[in-house]
T-cell receptor
Framework: GENVEQHPSTLSVQEGDSAVIKCTYSDSASNYFPWYKQELGKGPQLIIDIRSNVGEKKDQRIAVTLNKTAKHFSLHITETQPEDSAVYFCAASKEDSGYSTLTFGKGTMLLVSP | DGGITQSPKYLFRKEGQNVTLSCEQNLNHDAMYWYRQDPGQGLRLIYYSQIVNDFQKGDIAEGYSVSREKKESFPLTVTSAQKNPTAFYLC??????????????FGNGTRLTVT
């Protein structure tokens, strides 16, 4: 089955700096790569996603890049703010018998210091 | 507001007892899921259901059971056969369509502690 590796497990930055979280996946058939943000005591929320026919996608301060050849994708957060502090999860999925389920990475705890 | 409601937020049980976690959604989503979250382990899929009266095992289904009698509801029972039941449990839902990779919407979880 699919295996998703995520690095780093923790990331500390100063407010205003950029943050980058990287993930690799094992199944070359995977075609959907979402990123979720989880705040303390809450469920994860989708922040951005990318499909395999696109190399990069941006949404304000957040961007995701995908390298299908190398089987890795990354989340980039620019001009970080304290409210960006949370746990971030990457995930991957592929269509399988008409349906797909997500495989998640183990998460990155991002701490943004004022 | 549309969303997913999980109840209760905190649940305590004695070892050997079965316990049922509630999950209700009003998003009119066809698919529903249960994930387990442990510190440093990410999210692992327990069970999922694409339509009413149908469900499939995920990666860690042993010791758990589910039912899907209504589109809005997908309760999870943690049985006494689950060897390490203390965890944070997350319910999610998604639309199913020709585009199968539709985003998951999560509830705010139930933290189960078994002593």
């Amino acid at each position: 089955g699919e295996n998703v590796e995520q690095h780093p497990s923790t990331l500390s930055v100063q407010e205003g700096d950029s943050a980058v979280i990287k993930c690799t996946y094992s199944d070359s058939a995977s075609n959907y790569f979402p990123w979720y943000k989880q705040e303390l005591g809450k469920g994860p929320q989708l922040i951005i996603d990318i499909r395999s026919n696109v190399g990069e996608k941006k949404d304000q301060r957040i961007a995701v890049t995908l390298n299908k050849t190398a089987k890795h994708f990354s989340l980039h957060i620019t001009e970080t703010q304290p409210e960006d502090s949370a746990v971030y999860f990457c995930a991957a999925s592929k269509e399988d018998s008409g349906y797909s389920t997500l495989t998640f990475g183990k998460g990155t705890m991002l701490l943004v210091s004022p | 507001d549309g969303g997913i409601t999980q109840s209760p937020k905190y649940l305590f049980r004695k070892e050997g007892q079965n316990v049922t976690l509630s999950c209700e959604q009003n998003l009119n989503h066809d698919a529903m899921y249960w994930y387990r979250q442990d510190p440093g382990q990410g999210l692992r899929l327990i069970y999922y259901s694409q339509i009413v009266n149908d469900f499939q095992k995920g990666d860690i289904a042993e010791g758990y059971s589910v039912s899907r009698e209504k589109k809005e509801s997908f309760p999870l029972t943690v049985t006494s056969a689950q060897k390490n039941p203390t965890a944070f449990y997350l319910c999610a839902s998604s639309m199913t369509s020709a585009d199968y990779n539709s985003p998951l919407h999560f509830g705010n979880g139930t933290r189960l502690t078994v002593t």
